[in-house]
């Protein structure tokens, strides 16, 4: 009820016009039509999960090479444990997950993967080292002059290759990117 899911096929249709090649959704269900060419270069699959087996429509996602993984939505360990997976892998994993801010978002990342058995200080590394950024957004009913509207609120953090910001998700010192997610 965000746009979270429209957001993120938008930005995944965007990589698909702009530089091409192959991406594959694995969604629960798939939301939104993006099967097939997008722009001059680009291909996408869509996957149904199969009786919530994100593990298994990963597998099948890797025999296609993708660039691109759209993960529909991280509800748990699997989901995020694959996640974390696709991108050490390579690839540009896009995903989306319930969370109330930026650092709430990178915080339940790091819970549900190491939900997983996945060790924590591992979890950290991974996202320290690879996270792209984080978008958070909330559409919010607004008045004015009598007439009532939604407006659609963001905050965002993208590290980039600021080292400081990287060291504190890899410390487990989230709560302490504020100020970054304000600038």
Not at 16 to 44: N, Q
Not at 158 to 183: D, H, W
Request: glycine letters at 12%; charged letters at 25%.
């Amino acid at each position: 009820g965000q746009g979270k899911t429209t957001t993120a096929s938008s930005l995944l249709q965007e990589y698909l016009h702009i530089y091409g090649d192959v991406a594959v959704t694995i969604e629960d269900p798939v939301e939104l039509p993006m099967d097939g060419s997008i722009g001059r270069a680009g291909h996408c699959f869509q996957t149904q999960v199969e009786s919530g087996d994100f593990a298994k429509a990963m597998k099948q996602t890797m025999r296609r090479f993708p660039r691109y993984i759209f993960l529909g939505e991280v509800r748990g360990a699997d989901e995020a444990s694959q996640a974390l997976r696709a991108g050490v892998n390579g690839h540009l994993v896009i995903t989306t997950l319930h969370a109330g801010d930026v650092t709430e978002a990178i915080t339940a990342m790091m819970k549900y993967a190491s939900g997983s058995g996945e060790n924590m200080d591992l979890v950290r590394s991974i996202l320290g080292d690879g996270l792209a950024g984080v978008i958070h957004q909330e559409l919010k009913t607004v008045r004015f002059e009598g007439k009532s509207e939604r407006r659609l609120s963001l905050k965002w953090l993208f590290p980039g290759k600021q080292k400081g910001i990287r060291a504190l998700i890899r410390n487990g010192k989230v709560e302490q990117l504020s100020t970054a997610i304000e600038q």
